[in-house]
């Protein structure tokens, strides 16, 4: 299944303009009743589109949330993007009826309400897919995409359950876009671990891909460590997966 959401740094004028660093945290109970809460919805994506799509189709505007609507473990063709302020909605719905490849995508107004209902339905249908069944798996997220959520989601779970051998780095998806290094170590606070343990990843153009990794003092660690698996960090639920030094070295030099 698909991610339940991504997120971005705070841009600057264009979010493909020049990396103006990490300013941006995404905090629900900032807006007030006074302000609508930015959120968006959209209907009519491409079914192999990912939350990097949704980015660009939003170009200039901080997109701080994605999240991608399933039903039956499938894709909707439906998702919710959060924000970074208000006034953005109306620039967000100038791009209603505009083309992502070649579909048109439709843009509405959304409310703070449907934004966590769909997000709890998400929630709820991971849930009942069972281990193993292909229904789990942010697709995340490049850190979780429509184009992920079944094959792809299903070979993730198995490995959770068949990694035999730990080695001390576990694989995180589904991080917002916002999230900096001390937020994923508030969210292992249980754990001995510094900034220096911690990777996120970037892709070429130096934006985040929604996935991070962590080294641990030990394979023990990050085995006990797993049962941070689909717990939240914010409004997003992370995935955890075992992985390796080679898989760390491979993502970090992907984003140099």
Known sequence: MGPKR?????QGPSFYGPHPGSGFVYNPYAFTAAAPFP???????PFNCTELDVV?????????????????????????????YPLQIDFALQKNRQNMGRRYVEVFRSKKQEYYMAIANEVAETR???SG???????????????????RAKSHDDSKE????????????????????EDILDFF??????????????NAEG????????????????????????????????ELFPSSHEELEEAISRGR
């Open 6 to 10: 991504q997120r971005m740094i705070d």
């Open 56 to 84: 660009e189709f939003f170009r200039g505007l901080d997109v701080v949330d994605i999240l991608f609507v399933h039903k039956n473990h499938k894709f909707t063709g439906e998702a919710f993007c959060v924000l970074g």
């Open 162 to 181: 068949s990694a035999d051998e730990y080695t001390g780095i576990l694989r995180l998806r589904g991080l917002p876009f916002s999230a900096g290094k």
């Open 133 to 151: 069944s292909g229904g789990g798996g942010s697709g995340g997220r490049g850190g979780g995409s429509p184009r992920t959520s079944g094959q």
């Open 128 to 130: 009942g897919s069972g």
């Open 39 to 45: 959120v968006v919805r959209l209907r009519g994506l």
């Open 189 to 202: 606070k249980d754990f001995d671990l510094s900034e220096d343990s911690i990777h996120i990843t970037v």
């Open 207 to 238: 934006r985040p891909t929604g996935e991070a990794y962590v080294e641990f003092v030990n394979p023990e660690e990050s085995r006990a460590a797993m049962v941070k698996d689909r717990k939240t960090l914010g409004s997003r639920y992370i």
